[in-house]
Nanobody, 123 residues
Framework: QVQLVESGGGLVQAGGSLRLSCAAS????????MGWFRQAPGKEREFVAA????????YYADSVKGRFTISRDNAKNTVYLQMNRLEPEDTAVYYC????????????????WGQGTQVTVSS
């Protein structure tokens, strides 16, 4: 099991940028694909982005393609989500999660959720 702690959320104006970080405990981080999900008030949690265990493959929700970039640093046990051109619709609690298969292509395989970090985008 991997334990995850997200950081980097905050309040930003529409059109601005934020970078989220997710730090993982343990020495097996590089075995996991990592993903970001979000949950807005009154809505179901949804997939945002994922990256395979060595970073060779990335996946994005259509709503964030071209604006968000997921990356990872296995030496630092950390995955990042760079969010540019933020929109009020991006307001949500953002969670990172780990997929033990290492592929990251199936959102239902993610688990080991972090506690989340709030992102609020004002119009």
């Amino acid at each position: 099991q991997v334990q995850l702690v997200e950081s980097g959320g905050g309040l930003v104006q529409a059109g601005g940028s934020l970078r989220l970080s997710c730090a993982a405990s343990g020495r097996t981080f590089s075995r996991y694909a990592m993903g970001w999900f979000r949950q807005a008030p009154g809505k179901e949690r949804e997939f945002v982005a994922a990256i395979s265990k060595y970073g060779g493959n990335t996946y994005y929700a259509d709503s964030v393609k071209g604006r968000f970039t997921i990356s990872r640093d296995n030496a630092k046990n950390t995955v990042y989500l760079q969010m540019n051109r933020l929109e009020p619709e991006d307001t949500a609690v953002y969670y990172c999660a780990a997929d033990p298969t290492g592929y990251g292509s199936s959102s239902h395989l993610f688990g080991s959720w972090g506690q989340g970090t709030q992102v609020t985008v004002s119009s």
